[in-house]
C-alpha cells in the first residue's frame, strides 16, 4: 500500500488551521500545520511534503513569499493558496508564480475542494516520476555507462569531455554498431542543454523525398499529402540537440539547406516563405570516409569543413580485444536483470573465443550475442556451446581470410550470414528479422540489397 501523502497547511487562523487538517486527516492525508511563514519554513527542512495548501495574508511574510521560496528551494512541492479576497488579477498572479490553484476562503464546497487536492496530488506525482525517468534516461547515456579501457577510448573519453560543454558542432565517425549514438546522447547529457530536448534523426532511414520535410517541416499544402503544418526536426531540437545519423546519405540539396542552417541557425520549412530561427547544438555521424566522398564529388566541401569541427572516431571492437570482457559481463549483468535470469559469468573457453571473432557488428553485435547466451544458455556460466556457430567458428576472420578476396568482403561474409539465418528463423518476415537484428526495417532491406540476398530468396 502506498504511503499516504504529506500535506502541510499554513495559516495564521487557529480554526482554519484545526478544520482543514482535521478533514485531511479523515482523507486519510498526514496534515501537519504551520502558523507562519517562519514555522513553515522550519517544517520543510524538517522534512518533504507533496502538498502546501497556504492562506495569502499572513504576519512576517505573505503567502506569495511562501510560493516563492518553495518554487525555489522544493519545485517537487505542489503550492494552493487561500484567501479570503480572492481576485481574477491575484489568482493569475499566483499561478503565473507557480500555483497549482488559488481558491476562496471560506471552503463551503468539500467536495470540490477534495478534488483540487486530489489534482496536485496527481500533478505531484507526475512531476517526480518524470523527474525520476530524466534521471535514468541521464544514467543511462551518461559517459560513466560508456566502457572501455583501452587507450582509443580513454582518448574519445578525454575528448567528449573537452567539447560537451561548448556549442561546437562534433562529428562522430566508426563503423556501424561502434555506439556513435551513445557518445551524441552523452555529450547532450554532459553540456548546459542537458534540460532541453535530443533530437535523433537516422538519415539513411529515410526516403530523400521526406527528409528534407522531417527536418525543416513543411507547410499546409506544400505537396501532396501535407494536410496541415509541420514542425521538423531542428524546431523541436530548440534549446538542445539535434543527432543527424548516416549524414553521408544527405543529397546535395539537402546539404546546402543544412550548411545554412547550421551557419545562420535558420531555415524554411518546406513550401513555407517565413524564417524559422532556432538555437540547437548540432552532432553529426557517419560510418563513411567524408573526406573521400568530397573528392569523389559527392559530398560539398564546405559543408565537410563546417562539420568537421570536432571529430570523435570510434575504433571498431576488433581492434579494442581488450575491451571485451568488459562489454561483455556489462551486458550479461544488463539482460539477466532485465530477463529474470540468474547467469553469474562467463567460461575462459568462451571469454577467449569472443575475443578471437572479428565481431563486424560491433559493439551492438556483441550485446546481441550476450542477450541470446542469457536467454538460451541451461548452465550459471556462459560456455562456448551458448554462442552462435558465427562466433565459434567464424569464416573470414583478421587478414588472413583464406577465401582469395579483400579484408573488407570477408569482413561482411558474417553479417550476410546472419541475416540470412534470422530471415530463415522469422520465415521470412522482414519486420520480425529488422527487430531481432536490432536495426530498422530500412537498414534490413538496404543490406539485404547489397548482399543479394533478395536474388538469392
Not at 535530443?198 to 521526406?210: D, R, S
Not at 516563405?273 to 568530397?294: F, G, M, P, Y
Request: net charge neutral.
Amino acid at each position: 500500500m502506498a504511503a499516504a501523502a504529506r500535506i502541510l497547511v499554513v495559516d495564521d487562523d487557529e480554526s482554519i488551521l484545526t478544520s482543514l487538517s482535521e478533514f485531511l486527516r479523515l482523507e486519510r492525508y498526514v496534515a501537519e500545520t504551520a502558523r507562519s511563514f517562519r514555522e513553515a519554513s522550519a517544517r520543510l527542512s524538517a522534512g518533504s511534503f507533496h502538498l502546501i495548501i497556504t492562506d495569502v495574508t499572513m504576519p512576517e511574510a505573505d503567502g506569495f513569499e511562501l510560493l516563492k521560496m518553495v518554487r525555489n528551494r522544493y519545485p517537487e512541492t505542489e503550492v494552493i493558496m487561500l484567501t479570503a479576497y480572492s481576485t481574477v488579477k491575484a489568482a493569475v498572479s499566483a499561478m503565473k508564480q507557480g500555483a497549482f490553484s488559488y481558491l476562496a476562503k471560506p471552503i463551503t464546497d468539500d467536495d470540490e475542494f477534495k478534488v483540487c487536492i486530489e489534482k496536485a496530488l496527481a500533478q505531484q506525482a507526475l512531476r517526480a516520476e518524470n523527474r525520476t525517468l530524466k534521471d535514468q534516461i541521464a544514467q543511462r547515456y551518461s559517459l560513466d555507462n560508456i566502457l572501455g579501457h583501452d587507450y582509443k577510448m580513454l582518448k574519445v573519453f578525454d575528448l567528449v569531455e573537452l567539447v560537451a560543454d561548448t556549442p561546437t558542432t562534433v562529428l562522430v565517425t566508426g563503423d556501424s554498431g561502434t555506439g556513435k549514438s551513445m557518445i551524441a546522447r552523452a555529450i547532450h547529457h554532459r553540456s548546459n542543454r542537458r534540460a532541453g530536448p535530443f533530437v535523433e534523426v537516422a538519415c539513411g532511414a529515410l526516403p530523400e523525398t521526406l527528409l528534407e520535410s522531417e527536418l525543416f517541416g513543411h507547410v499546409k499544402g506544400s505537396f501532396t499529402g501535407a494536410v496541415v503544418d509541420k514542425a521538423g526536426k531542428f524546431k523541436q531540437a530548440d534549446g538542445g540537440t539535434i543527432f543527424l545519423d548516416e549524414i553521408s546519405t544527405a543529397t546535395p540539396a539537402l546539404q546546402v539547406k543544412l550548411l545554412r542552417v547550421l551557419q545562420e541557425l535558420e531555415f524554411e520549412p518546406v513550401g513555407g516563405s517565413k524564417t524559422e530561427h532556432v538555437d540547437v547544438r548540432c552532432i553529426l555521424a557517419t560510418n563513411q570516409d567524408l573526406a573521400e566522398a568530397v573528392r569523389d564529388g559527392k559530398f560539398r566541401q564546405d559543408l565537410y569543413y563546417r562539420i568537421n569541427v570536432v571529430s570523435v572516431h570510434l575504433s571498431p571492437l576488433r581492434e579494442r580485444l581488450g575491451d571485451i570482457p568488459l562489454l561483455a559481463e556489462h551486458f550479461l549483468k544488463r539482460h539477466c536483470e532485465r530477463t529474470g535470469r540468474r547467469v553469474v559469468g562467463f567460461q575462459d573457453e568462451a571469454i577467449r573465443t569472443l575475443q578471437t571473432y572479428n565481431w563486424p557488428g560491433n559493439v551492438r553485435q556483441l550485446e546481441n550475442v550476450i542477450e541470446r547466451a542469457v536467454i538460451l544458455t541451461k548452465s550459471p556460466t556462459i560456455g562456448i556451446e551458448d554462442l552462435p556457430e558465427e562466433v565459434r567458428e567464424p569464416r573470414g576472420n583478421g587478414g588472413e581470410n583464406g577465401f582469395g578476396m579483400p579484408l573488407k568482403q570477408a569482413l561482411q561474409l558474417p553479417e550476410r550470414e546472419l541475416i540470412l539465418r534470422a530471415l530463415k528463423a522469422h520465415q521470412g518476415s522482414r519486420q520480425a528479422t529488422a527487430q531481432a537484428l536490432g536495426i530498422n526495417r530500412t537498414t534490413l532491406y538496404k543490406k539485404m540489397k547489397r548482399y543479394g540476398i533478395e536474388e538469392e530468396e
